[in-house]
């Protein structure tokens, strides 16, 4: 807005001069500076004093055309006795009745036109000469003088408003239109969370209290039924906390987030708890990470003991390394013998793990040592 209104100053301003410059010229040029003497003087001060007015503010422009007004009635007053005078404001009078229809209210707008009508009938018709014996040419002065810039004002103004308008009626039409989508929007998430609750949630809990039962059922002992069963269990547990955040997140009941690597703690309880000996180890400070990057964290950790559970033995360690430039997740597990985590067949699984590492341009590095499984990923980021 400030910017509006310095442009509009400076072209009032550049308005202003040029209508001084341009009627000071005239005047000096054709008007009688030498046979009326300080009469034609004052005319020509008269005319730059109400041509410098133009470039004051919007709201005087009532008083600047009757000031306007005056000086073209005064002028063949004071310079009865030449023929052929020129008034000082013969291209200010223009603009005086342009800015009086154009930034004025109504009232003041035609109160200023019979103004400006007046002054220039008047002044036409005390001119005398041709302009003043016909009457067809007085008319026409007037209209081109004072009417014809006046409408033109309201013109304007009446265009600037219709712009307004069809603006306004555009920003609400696209405002009932992003509505109308937000609606649907939501209206589809509550029936996807719906179908979530409804079909996927219980057929996971349904899943994860079968699977506890039989383990329960099973003698005592490291079976590798029970190790499975354990492993059943404990997935169908994470699976259904994912499925509530997701609820929240469609529902938009809560503020809820995506879990990062402050609910590793949990994670590792929850592999804990179907049977699998985890320790989980943390070096350096606790750092803000992006969002991205931390949730992207703690589903690589989520998968690689998922695998762990799946697929390996305990005992996993789950070390995270939070250095000044970059984090390092490890987790390292036994490994069953003949499993096909050994060979070839170490690659599957790891597809997503390696999509997400290289998302954030990190390093991930994969393998056997030392009759142990290990995944090691590494992300760099900013030095604080």
Same mark, same amino acid.
């Given at each position: 807005m400030q910017d509006i209104s310095g442009s509009l100053r400076r072209q009032s301003l550049l308005v202003a001069l040029v209508c001084v410059a341009c009627d000071a010229s005239l005047f000096a040029l054709r008007g009688p500076l030498g046979e009326a003497g300080w009469r034609a003087w004052a005319v020509l001060l008269g005319g730059i004093a109400v041509n410098a007015a133009l470039a004051g503010p919007a709201r005087y422009s009532g008083w600047v055309a009757l000031a306007h007004a005056a000086l073209f009635v005064g002028a063949p007053l004071l310079l009865c006795t030449c023929q052929g005078y020129v008034t000082g404001n013969n291209a200010g009078i223009l603009i005086a009745g342009y800015r009086a229809g154009a930034w004025l209210r109504p009232k003041p707008a035609v109160l200023a036109l019979l103004a400006l009508l007046a002054g220039v009938t008047a002044g036409c018709i005390e001119g005398g000469g041709r302009t003043a014996a016909d009457w067809r040419l007085v008319a026409i002065n007037v209209g081109v003088s004072a009417l014809l810039p006046w409408l033109v004002g *309201?013109?304007?103004?009446?265009?600037?408003?219709?712009?307004? /308008? !069809?603006?306004?009626? @555009?920003?609400?039409?696209?405002? =009932?239109?992003?509505?109308?989508? *937000?609606?649907?929007?939501?209206?589809? *998430?509550?029936?996807?969370?719906? /179908?979530? =609750?409804?079909?996927?949630?219980?057929?996971?809990? @349904?899943?994860?209290? =079968?699977?506890?039962?039989?383990? !329960?059922? !099973?003698?005592?002992? /490291? +079976?590798?039924?029970?190790? +499975? !069963?354990?492993?059943?269990?404990?997935?169908?547990?994470?699976?259904?906390? /994912?499925?509530?955040?997701l609820l929240d997140l469609l529902h938009a009941e809560t503020n809820a987030e995506q879990p990062g690597l402050d609910n590793l703690d949990e994670l590792v309880e929850t592999v804990r708890a179907a049977g699998l000996p985890t320790r989980l180890t943390l070096h350096g400070e606790s750092r803000e990470l992006p969002g991205s990057l931390d949730v992207a964290l703690y589903r690589i950790a989520q998968e690689a003991l998922t695998n762990a559970l799946r697929h390996g033995e305990g005992p996993v360690e789950v070390e995270l390394n939070r250095g000044r430039t970059e984090v390092v997740l490890t987790v390292t597990n036994g490994l069953r013998p003949g499993h096909p985590q050994r060979g070839e067949h170490a690659h599957r699984g790891l597809a997503g793990i390696r999509q997400r590492v290289t998302l954030f341009g990190g390093q991930v590095s994969y393998g056997e040592t030392g009759g142990h499984w290990q995944l090691r990923t590494t992300f760099p980021v900013e030095s604080t």
């Open positions: *309201r013109y304007t103004t009446a265009r600037r408003a219709y712009i307004a /308008d !069809l603006e306004r009626a @555009a920003d609400e039409r696209r405002q =009932h239109e992003e509505e109308a989508v *937000r609606r649907a929007v939501t209206e589809e *998430r509550t029936t996807i969370a719906r /179908d979530l =609750h409804d079909v996927i949630s219980h057929h996971v809990s @349904a899943i994860g209290v =079968h699977a506890g039962a039989a383990r !329960l059922g !099973l003698p005592d002992g /490291d +079976s590798p039924v029970r190790k +499975s !069963l354990g492993a059943v269990e404990s997935a169908s547990r994470s699976a259904m906390a /994912d499925l509530r955040r």
